[in-house]
T-cell receptor, first 111, second 110 residues
Framework: GAGVSQSPSNKVTEKGKDVELRCDPISGHTALYWYRQSLGQGLEFLIYFQGNSAPDKSGLPSDRFSAERTGGSVSTLTIQRTQQEDSAVYLC?????????FGPGTRLTVT | QKEVEQDPGPLSVPEGAIVSLNCTYSNSAFQYFMWYRQYSRKGPELLMYTYSSGNKEDGRFTAQVDKSSKYISLFIRDSQPSDSATYLCAMSGGAQKLVFGQGTRLTINP
């Protein structure tokens, strides 16, 4: 079946611009996660959505980062006023139980 | 000290060798343990998932968990060049965020 999909696959933006990254989870998965993968930092948790519960935002690095999940399915991660240190691969994962399945990621480069 | 420690390698072995990859952790609340394989410029792919101490086998892969020592391992038998990738251990205390190791970069030489 279809896996987790993310768009765009690559994004180059200028410092100070806003970006939106999209995630389509596996159909029927109630939980959705965003992670960031960068050199030297490994894979870091950002935010977690579970059904209709309030999201766990404990991993968001600053208030420039936000995310929403509409209709319990598609999610958008927004980064406002991008900085060079935001350059990384942003990965989305979904799960129905414990195992998390990842998408291919969005490679963000801030120039 | 990081919650999860994993030797980043790189690790290079000949084809056919048995590979051993390991992680240690400090948080005794971790109950669920996963191994992911990540090829260059791809997302992590779930290889193994365990939630109890002991061994779990799937084909050429065996995952081992020792909760008393806070130590997990992944063994790859009859390694193939196609196994060349970065291997990430990950763990959680429940249906929540995963905490990852740094990843071990593995190369299998033909």
């Amino acid at each position: 079946g279809a896996g987790v999909s993310q768009s765009p696959s690559n994004k180059v933006t200028e410092k100070g611009k806003d970006v939106e990254l999209r995630c389509d989870p596996i159909s029927g998965h109630t939980a959705l996660y965003w992670y960031r993968q960068s050199l030297g930092q490994g894979l870091e948790f950002l935010i977690y959505f579970q059904g209709n519960s309030a999201p766990d935002k404990s991993g968001l690095p600053s208030d420039r980062f936000s995310a929403e999940r509409t209709g319990g399915s598609v999610s958008t991660l927004t980064i406002q006023r991008t900085q060079q240190e935001d350059s990384a691969v942003y990965l989305c994962a979904s799960s129905s139980l414990r195992e998390q399945y990842f998408g291919p990621g969005t490679r963000l480069t801030v120039t | 000290q990081k919650e999860v420690e994993q030797d980043p390698g790189p690790l290079s072995v000949p084809e056919g060798a048995i590979v051993s990859l390991n992680c240690t952790y400090s948080n005794s609340a971790f109950q669920y343990f996963m191994w992911y394989r990540q090829y260059s410029r791809k997302g992590p792919e779930l290889l193994m998932y365990t939630y109890s101490s002991g061994n779990k086998e799937d084909g050429r892969f065996t995952a081992q968990v020792d909760k008393s020592s806070k130590y997990i391992s992944l063994f790859i038998r009859d390694s193939q060049p196609s196994d060349s990738a970065t291997y990430l251990c990950a763990m959680s205390g429940g249906a929540q965020k995963l905490v990852f190791g740094q990843g071990t970069r593995l190369t299998i030489n033909p």
